[in-house]
Every structure is written in C-alpha cells, then in structure tokens.
C-alpha cells in the first residue's frame, strides 16, 4: 500500500464523521507518518535493542519488599489448617498477609464477585477450588527469602471432590442440578423441523482444547504507598480501570486513590485482561500493610499454574444439508470448560455461539450452549474471545459435509457464504442482518492468487503416489464481529494536549502490549493536524488522564481510541481555525492545515508559529476526546440484535504434508488474503495477520494443556508446553492485505481491526490436517481428529480411518 491514500484535512467546516474518513484516490502525502502510511511501530526499535523499558525493568525505589504468592497443592479441599508461624519468623520477612489482613472486600474479579485474593481461614468459605490459587502472600526483602519463607507454611487439607475434565463437569453439574453458569441459546427458524426434512445429515464431535497466553512478559506489578493513603500502581494489564477499581475496592478506599499506569506489555493476548488485578491487589496490600514498595512478579512455572487460560469448548454438530452441500439446518451444542469462577466466561461462551455460523448463512439454526464448572484455574480472555471456538465446529461440518457429498470442501463453503453487498441480506442466527459481506470477493481472489484448483490436483497426484507421506490443503474462510458484545465497553476516552512550540501529548485509555496501537492512534493525530509523526509524543496508559477505560481487546483499540483521539485533535484544531480566522480576518474555510504548515487566506504560518499566537492570545491547546461505538444494541434475553458495529473477513489456503507412521507434520505453504478496510498502518497491520495465523496454529497444532487426576498442569513450562517457533514458519508464507478494503462502517479513516480475525485463519492448517489424514485412508472414512492436532493424535486419526 503506497502513500497516495492519505488525504489532506483543511480545517474548512465542521465536517462528520463520514466526510472526515474519506480519502480521495490520487491524494499525495506530504507528512511522515500519517495515516496509511507503514510507519516503525514507536518502540520497535527499543524492543530489538533491549532498551524498551517493561514493569520489571523500571528502577526499584530503596526498600522495595519483592512477594511472592503461596499456592494451593490441591484441587478442591477444605483449608483445616494454615499456620504461618514459620513463614512469619523467616529471615528478610516484612509481612505474611492473608484474606484476614485485607480491609475492604476480598475479590477480584471482573463481574460476579466470585475470585477471592486470598480465600477465608475461617468457615465454610475456607476452601481452595484449583492447583494454584492463591493461599497467601510473604513479602520480604529479596524473591529467594520469600520463596524460603512460603515453604514453612504449615497447610492441612481435607480433599473435596473434584471435577477437572469435561465429562467429570458434566456429570458433577447434572448431580447438582446446575452449571456454572445458566446455559443460554440462539435460534433461527425452526431447525428441528429443518433437519428432519433434509435429505442428507452431517453429525458428530470435535474437541477443542484450551491455550496458555505464553505472553514474554509475565504478571507483574509494582506498587508505592503515597500520601493520603493513597498508592500508585504498575500493572503489566490491558485494562487499567479495572485494576484501578479492584485495588480501590481491596483496599476500602475511592477509585480516585489509586492510580494505575503502565508504557507497555510484553504481550497480553487477553490474559491480562482481567486477571492482573489479583497481583496488583497483592502489592497494593503489602505496601500499604508495611508503608514500603512492593513489587509481585510471577516467574513462568508459577503463572501458567496460576492465570486462566484459553476456554476449551466440546462442539456436538449435526447439520441438514442437500445434495450440493447447501446447508438447511444446523443445531450445534458447545460444552464450555470454565474453570473454578465465572471471570467473563458468559462474554466468551457467548461469542463462540455468535461465530457458530462463520460466513455461512444457515437458514435454520440452533446453538446451544453450557457453561462448565470444574476446578481446574478459571478460564478468561484469549485472543478472539471465544470466536476460534465456534468457528472450529462450523468448519469441522463444512468438511464433513464435503466428505459425504463429493464435493470439493471450496465449493461447499462458497455454496453456503451469506449474501455479498447489495444483493438481499441475510440474518445470523443472532437475527441481526448482515450488510457488508465481502467473503465471496475475497475467497474468489485468494483461490485464483493461490493457485487452489491445481493444487488440489497436485496434490492427488501427490498422495497417489506416496505411501508413506500425504499432503491435505485447505481454504478457510473467517467472519468476525468486531465490538464488545457488552454494550456499555464500546467507549474510549484520550487527551490532546499541544504545546506552544507546536510539539503535542497523546493520551489515551488504550494499552500497548506489542500490536502497535499507540502508533496507529498517534498517526491518527499527526493526520488531524498534518504534522510529522515525530512530534506526537506518545505516553504511557494512566488512570490519573483518562478514566473509566474499558479494557483494550475485541479488536477495537483503534477503533474506540482512534476516533476518541481524533475527536480531542479536532476540538483543538477547530479553535486554531476559529482564531486565525478572526485574527486575519478570512473565512473559516480559507484557514487549510497543511503539512507542517498552516495557509490562512494567501498568507501561510508554520503549525508551530500559529500555535504559539494561540497561546499568547489565551486559546485552550488542550481537549479531551470521546467515543462510543454508534448503531450497536443486543437483547440478550431474546438472543436478538445487533452486537457488533461491522464484520471483518479473511481468508487462508493452507497446505500441509504428513508422516503417516509417525504423525509429525509441516505446514509447507499458507496464501492469506486478509481485510482491514483501509489500513491505519499496513506494515504493523501485516505484523498482527502473521502473527496471529501463527499463534492460531499453535493452537490448533501443538499448544496442548494437560492436567493429571489431582487437577496438576502438568505442562507448565516451555519444555513441555509448545509454542510455535520460527521454525513452525512455512518457507512459503504468502499474505497479502485486500486492496479492495473499505470499511462501510464510519470507523476511524475507514480501517477495521486486526488483532483477532486473522487468528481464525489457522483453522485453514487445521482442516488441511484433516483432508490428509483422510487422504491416509484412501478417502474411505471421514477422520474424527480433536485440537489441537498434535502428532500423537494425527497418527491415532491415521490409524482410525485406516482401520475403517
């Protein structure tokens, strides 16, 4: 993408949001690093060099007390007995705090006030629900004394029942006579009826597994007692406001007592959504407790023990279909595995529900969906937020429909796509109407790019020869609804300041954990007021600038942020048109901001100069900004409405090749054609759909999370838990941006997100595991292959459906 879409702002009016987001073709550019343009991600360089400073890297203050966090050994036990005598006398000990020490409530979570800090000592409260949870915290004076200190602890339990897989869930919730939390369901039509009728039916089961979020950096945070009983606050957390909220509750005292801050993430993906708030909770009481800062850093044994993860989701699919692979009807069941507490597992269960149809117009459908309690760590964002889960099962049909047909699996998805733009919409089965559907367009290009037709050939000539080794391909298409299924979270709030020299502050509720969204926002800016994006200072995410925040995920941080930011850049930019045009005595429209530069009338100022006028005649340089997300509204109580502000699409061929007698695999070549409207910044946009198609063949390849019997993760370290490497890479890796991309929706220069929709097109991999391991079969039985897709389990799938 080149340069020539950026378009020059004049300050003429006061244009909508509409006028405001078109760029005419042919436009030339004439700033650094506006809008469009593939600028360096602000701290790119910082984090090759090392110099990016991260929660741990900042300087500790003198007497600075490190905690660590003792965790329960068991399941689902009662707490007989918790002596920390021992703990306390240890060498280095400032403090041993447990729930009892805590002055205000003992919680942390998002929603449901169901995730205690620590839990009770006393009464039936006294009870631990997973390997892992917190029991108490030691701060001492170095991390080895508390470590030392925690081991001295003396804990009696009595073990409770305990349920840690999904058939163990389900059987405890039946015997109960409840899930975790109230199943939910969508209709559309009556697909009961629809799947009687139907000539042909498609049933069966895929498991997906679950997913830690590996992000580089680990939980941490620091925290410093101030005046007042205030304290200040470092999270590594996407959503700063609630820690904020959680710390102020723990502690008893106002919201505006506690300031969270932080520059950056060394990554998030979800997992530091919400449960941040239980190490920020845990430094905040120690420093307030001792009157010292206090810094709780996990080390990455103990945080995949103790943070929740990816939510693994059983799918029961059975679809009505006719002999061309149309589909009529489709039911599908989700058991969701949520862990001990609620976290947003609604939000989430939900989501796989709303993506149960992907970019398929099932004309009758029902979805239905349980919410598992087990006590195993509760379960909580991952990038695409339960998406990937619904998608999963969709495709698993499409696939299957394709085997009992005969025809190609392509031309069963395409058969089934929901109408393009301008013909007669289609409804999902949330019943809301989907207008902009661009997925034929893109799958036809990608086909014709990738060469699909012959390689499917080639690679049947392929596995006719071949014993030993079989290829599958695959391509997948994606559908995703971007905005916060939770209505009141589609806000953002940001502060502009511009200084008399001409130099400008960006602040903004959004966080940086690596995806580029500070420098997307800041280009934003930069385009407002047609200056270098070198004088837009971009600053670290404070609670103290922009308040009640929603957390940065769902996709729509330049979405809510950018528009927000724009919206403070342009109150600012109105007034500096408003005063040049009285003090030079032109009209409005005759005051153009170009780059660098502004022209009033046939005179023409620097940015810098009119900005320093401004000052001198006491014009405010400074403006907040806010957005909500317009046109969105879901009841949910009748499943109907319209939870997303658009849809972004993709697509991906994936091909792979087996070894049919040990089960190891390669993904020798992957084409993605991917939409984000017109990009902010293609170069991180390129990033973030590479990235995400490879974190989403971990996934579905060789993430595998396993707990024994007693509830222990077993695979919690990297020895054990594979995460792709660069080696996973395909030789031959193919993406492309649609140039076609234009948002319908009055999004922020016409972008869409991309920090979840390209995860999904990793189920291409997936399915083109499947289509080789039933090529291993001579195409005789349809393989039943579970996520992810390791090579133990490709192997048992090859020697299933040759046994068949």
């Given at each position: 993408?080149?340069?020539?879409?950026?378009?020059?702002?004049?300050?003429?009016?006061?244009?909508?949001?509409?006028?405001?987001?078109?760029?005419?073709?042919?436009?030339?550019?004439?700033?650094?690093?506006?809008?469009?343009?593939?600028?360096?991600?602000?701290?790119?360089?910082?984090?090759?060099?090392?110099?990016?400073?991260?929660?741990?890297?900042?300087?500790?203050?003198?007497?600075?007390?490190?905690?660590?966090?003792?965790?329960?050994?068991?399941?689902?036990?009662?707490?007989?007995?918790?002596?920390?005598?021992?703990?306390?006398?240890?060498?280095?000990?400032?403090?041993?705090?447990?729930?009892?020490?805590?002055?205000?409530?003992?919680?942390?979570?998002?929603?449901?006030?169901?995730?205690?800090?620590?839990?009770?000592?006393?009464?039936?409260?006294?009870?631990?629900?997973?390997?892992?949870?917190?029991?108490?915290?030691?701060?001492?004076?170095?991390?080895?004394?508390?470590?030392?200190?925690?081991?001295?602890?003396?804990?009696?339990?009595?073990?409770?029942?305990?349920?840690?897989?999904?058939?163990?869930?389900?059987?405890?919730?039946?015997?109960?006579?409840?899930?975790?939390?109230?199943?939910?369901?969508?209709?559309?039509?009556?697909?009961?009826?629809?799947?009687?009728?139907?000539?042909?039916?498609?049933?069966?089961?895929?498991?997906?597994?679950?997913?830690?979020?590996?992000?580089?950096?680990?939980?941490?945070?620091?925290?410093?007692?101030?005046?007042?009983?205030?304290?200040?606050?470092?999270?590594?957390?996407?959503?700063?406001?609630?820690?904020?909220?959680?710390?102020?509750?723990?502690?008893?005292?106002?919201?505006?007592?506690?300031?969270?801050?932080?520059?950056?993430?060394?990554?998030?993906?979800?997992?530091?959504?919400?449960?941040?708030?239980?190490?920020?909770?845990?430094?905040?009481?120690?420093?307030?407790?001792?009157?010292?800062?206090?810094?709780?850093?996990?080390?990455?044994?103990?945080?995949?023990?103790?943070?929740?993860?990816?939510?693994?989701?059983?799918?029961?699919?059975?679809?009505?279909?006719?002999?061309?692979?149309?589909?009529?009807?489709?039911?599908?069941?989700?058991?969701?595995?949520?862990?001990?507490?609620?976290?947003?597992?609604?939000?989430?269960?939900?989501?796989?529900?709303?993506?149960?149809?992907?970019?398929?117009?099932?004309?009758?459908?029902?979805?239905?969906?349980?919410?598992?309690?087990?006590?195993?760590?509760?379960?909580?964002?991952?990038?695409?937020f339960g998406g990937p889960q619904g998608m999963v099962g969709i495709e698993r049909a499409m696939d299957e429909i394709a085997f009992l047909t005969g025809v190609d699996p392509l031309d069963v998805r395409k058969r089934n796509f929901y109408p393009a733009i301008g013909e007669e919409p289609a409804v999902t089965p949330y019943h809301m109407p989907v207008t902009d559907c661009v997925i034929a367009e893109i799958v036809e290009e990608l086909e014709a790019s990738s060469d699909y037709r012959a390689r499917c050939e080639a690679v049947k000539a392929f596995n006719a020869g071949s014993t030993i080794f079989k290829k599958g391909l695959a391509l997948t298409p994606v559908k995703f609804g971007i905005s916060f299924t939770t209505t009141h979270l589609n806000q953002a709030g940001a502060l502009v300041h511009v200084y008399k020299d001409g130099s400008v502050h960006l602040n903004h509720g959004g966080t940086e954990?690596?995806?580029?969204?500070?420098?997307?926002?800041?280009?934003?800016?930069?385009?407002?007021?047609?200056?270098?994006?070198?004088?837009?200072?971009?600053?670290?995410?404070?609670?103290?600038?922009?308040?009640?925040?929603?957390a940065t995920a769902a996709s729509s941080g330049s979405d809510l942020n950018g528009m927000a930011a724009l919206n403070a850049a342009r109150t600012i930019k109105d007034r500096l048109i408003a005063f040049a045009s009285e003090r030079y005595h032109v009209p409005k429209e005759q005051v153009v901001f170009e780059a660098n530069r502004v022209r009033i009338g046939n005179d023409e100022k620097r940015f810098s100069d009119l900005v320093g006028e401004a000052y001198l005649a006491r014009i405010s340089l400074s403006s907040t900004g806010f957005y909500a997300t317009p046109e969105i509204d879901y009841d949910r109580e009748a499943a109907s409405g319209r939870p997303f502000y658009y849809f972004a699409y993709g697509a991906a061929c994936s091909e792979v090749v087996i070894d049919t007698l040990t089960g190891e695999y390669r993904l020798l070549r992957a084409d993605i054609l991917h939409d984000v409207g017109r990009s902010l910044n293609p170069a991180i946009d390129m990033g973030q759909i590479e990235g995400g198609f490879v974190q989403g063949m971990g996934w579905l390849t060789t993430e595998e999370l396993w707990w024994d019997d007693k509830g222990r993760l077993k695979t919690h370290a990297p020895s054990t838990y594979k995460i792709p490497t660069s080696n996973d890479r395909p030789d031959d890796l193919r993406i492309a941006i649609w140039d076609k991309g234009e948002n319908r929706a009055e999004t922020v220069y016409r972008s869409k997100a991309v920090g979840e929709p390209p995860f999904m097109l990793a189920i291409s991999v997936f399915s083109a595991l499947t289509d080789a391991v039933c090529a291993a079969g001579n195409g005789r039985a349809f393989p039943r292959l579970d996520a992810p897709a390791t090579p133990e389990r490709v192997l048992m799938a090859v020697e299933d459906v040759r046994s068949q």
């Amino acid at each position: 993408m080149d340069e020539t879409r950026i378009q020059d702002r004049s300050g003429a009016g006061e244009p909508g949001i509409a006028e405001l987001n078109e760029r005419p073709p042919g436009h030339e550019a004439r700033i650094r690093g506006g809008v469009a343009t593939p600028a360096a991600h602000d701290s790119g360089m910082k984090h090759v060099t090392g110099a990016a400073r991260y929660g741990d890297d900042e300087p500790e203050l003198p007497g600075t007390l490190q905690v660590f966090i003792a965790m329960s050994a068991r399941a689902h036990a009662k707490i007989a007995r918790l002596d920390l005598a021992a703990a306390r006398a240890a060498p280095g000990v400032a403090a041993v705090l447990t729930a009892e020490d805590i002055p205000g409530e003992n919680d942390y979570s998002p929603v449901f006030g169901d995730d205690p800090i620590f839990p009770p000592l006393q009464g039936e409260c006294a009870v631990v629900q997973y390997v892992g949870q917190p029991l108490f915290a030691v701060a001492a004076e170095t991390e080895l004394q508390a470590r030392a200190a925690a081991k001295l602890a003396v804990v009696d339990y009595e073990d409770l029942p305990a349920a840690i897989s999904i058939d163990a869930a389900l059987a405890h919730a039946d015997e109960a006579g409840e899930d975790l939390l109230p199943a939910y369901e969508m209709r559309l039509g009556d697909a009961a009826s629809a799947l009687e009728a139907a000539p042909l039916r498609a049933s069966g089961r895929v498991e997906v597994g679950g997913q830690d979020h590996f992000y580089l950096e680990g939980q941490i945070a620091t925290a410093i007692p101030m005046e007042d009983g205030d304290v200040f606050v470092r999270s590594s957390t996407q959503h700063p406001s609630e820690v904020q909220h959680n710390v102020a509750k723990m502690l008893g005292v106002p919201d505006h007592a506690v300031t969270v801050e932080l520059r950056r993430m060394g990554g998030g993906f979800g997992g530091k959504e919400s449960q941040p708030a239980l190490f920020a909770a845990v430094a905040a009481l120690v420093a307030v407790k001792t009157g010292r800062p206090a810094k709780c850093r996990l080390d990455r044994d103990d945080d995949m023990e103790m943070t929740g993860k990816r939510h693994e989701t059983r799918i029961d699919y059975d679809l009505g279909f006719a002999e061309d692979g149309t589909i009529l009807a489709a039911d599908f069941e989700h058991c969701v595995r949520c862990g001990y507490s609620r976290d947003l597992s609604a939000a989430i269960a939900d989501r796989a529900m709303f993506h149960a149809d992907n970019a398929y117009d099932l004309k009758a459908a029902r979805i239905h969906s349980r919410r598992l309690k087990t006590h195993t760590v509760s379960n909580t964002a991952f990038r695409g937020f339960g998406g990937p889960q619904g998608m999963v099962g969709i495709e698993r049909a499409m696939d299957e429909i394709a085997f009992l047909t005969g025809v190609d699996p392509l031309d069963v998805r395409k058969r089934n796509f929901y109408p393009a733009i301008g013909e007669e919409p289609a409804v999902t089965p949330y019943h809301m109407p989907v207008t902009d559907c661009v997925i034929a367009e893109i799958v036809e290009e990608l086909e014709a790019s990738s060469d699909y037709r012959a390689r499917c050939e080639a690679v049947k000539a392929f596995n006719a020869g071949s014993t030993i080794f079989k290829k599958g391909l695959a391509l997948t298409p994606v559908k995703f609804g971007i905005s916060f299924t939770t209505t009141h979270l589609n806000q953002a709030g940001a502060l502009v300041h511009v200084y008399k020299d001409g130099s400008v502050h960006l602040n903004h509720g959004g966080t940086e954990m690596g995806q580029g969204l500070f420098v997307k926002v800041a280009q934003v800016v930069a385009e407002e007021f047609q200056i270098d994006l070198g004088k837009v200072k971009i600053t670290a995410t404070t609670t103290a600038k922009v308040p009640n925040t929603s957390a940065t995920a769902a996709s729509s941080g330049s979405d809510l942020n950018g528009m927000a930011a724009l919206n403070a850049a342009r109150t600012i930019k109105d007034r500096l048109i408003a005063f040049a045009s009285e003090r030079y005595h032109v009209p409005k429209e005759q005051v153009v901001f170009e780059a660098n530069r502004v022209r009033i009338g046939n005179d023409e100022k620097r940015f810098s100069d009119l900005v320093g006028e401004a000052y001198l005649a006491r014009i405010s340089l400074s403006s907040t900004g806010f957005y909500a997300t317009p046109e969105i509204d879901y009841d949910r109580e009748a499943a109907s409405g319209r939870p997303f502000y658009y849809f972004a699409y993709g697509a991906a061929c994936s091909e792979v090749v087996i070894d049919t007698l040990t089960g190891e695999y390669r993904l020798l070549r992957a084409d993605i054609l991917h939409d984000v409207g017109r990009s902010l910044n293609p170069a991180i946009d390129m990033g973030q759909i590479e990235g995400g198609f490879v974190q989403g063949m971990g996934w579905l390849t060789t993430e595998e999370l396993w707990w024994d019997d007693k509830g222990r993760l077993k695979t919690h370290a990297p020895s054990t838990y594979k995460i792709p490497t660069s080696n996973d890479r395909p030789d031959d890796l193919r993406i492309a941006i649609w140039d076609k991309g234009e948002n319908r929706a009055e999004t922020v220069y016409r972008s869409k997100a991309v920090g979840e929709p390209p995860f999904m097109l990793a189920i291409s991999v997936f399915s083109a595991l499947t289509d080789a391991v039933c090529a291993a079969g001579n195409g005789r039985a349809f393989p039943r292959l579970d996520a992810p897709a390791t090579p133990e389990r490709v192997l048992m799938a090859v020697e299933d459906v040759r046994s068949q």
